[in-house]
């Protein structure tokens, strides 16, 4: 059974930094490709960041600069250091397994909110 848990999100004022967390269990994390996603109030969700097996990374280009993924693939964890928040990033921060092949599923966590004031 998949699962993706994250963690780490919550209410920071702009200008401030949080790291989310997303652990996964019931896969072979170190082979999948692994991404963050958000959705704001209103908005549809949309890609903030992904890191693949090799560690490759690709970022919304709003983002670069502010936002890191990493992972960590011995705690199956893979991670979002988001520095100089501002209240625009406020948003829930979903992770996503992604696939390898077209007939694999999509796995996705339940998110965790990220509140950024003013």
């Known amino acids: 059974q998949v699962q993706l848990v994250e963690s780490g999100g919550g209410l920071v004022q702009a200008g401030g930094s949080l790291r989310l967390s997303c652990e996964a269990s019931?896969?072979?994390?170190?082979?999948?490709?692994m991404a963050w996603y958000r959705q704001a109030p209103g908005k549809q969700r949309e890609l903030v960041a992904s890191i693949g097996s090799g560690r490759n990374t690709n970022y919304a280009d709003s983002l670069k600069g502010r936002f890191t993924i990493s992972r960590d693939n011995a705690k199956n964890t893979v991670y979002l250091q988001m520095n100089s928040l501002k209240p625009e990033d406020t948003a829930v921060y979903y992770c996503?397994?992604?696939?390898?092949?077209?007939?694999?599923?999509?796995?996705w966590g339940q998110g965790t909110q990220v509140t950024v004031s003013h």
């Open positions: 996503k397994r992604a696939k390898r092949h077209a007939y694999d599923n999509e796995y």
């Open positions: 019931g896969i072979r994390f170190s082979i999948y490709a």
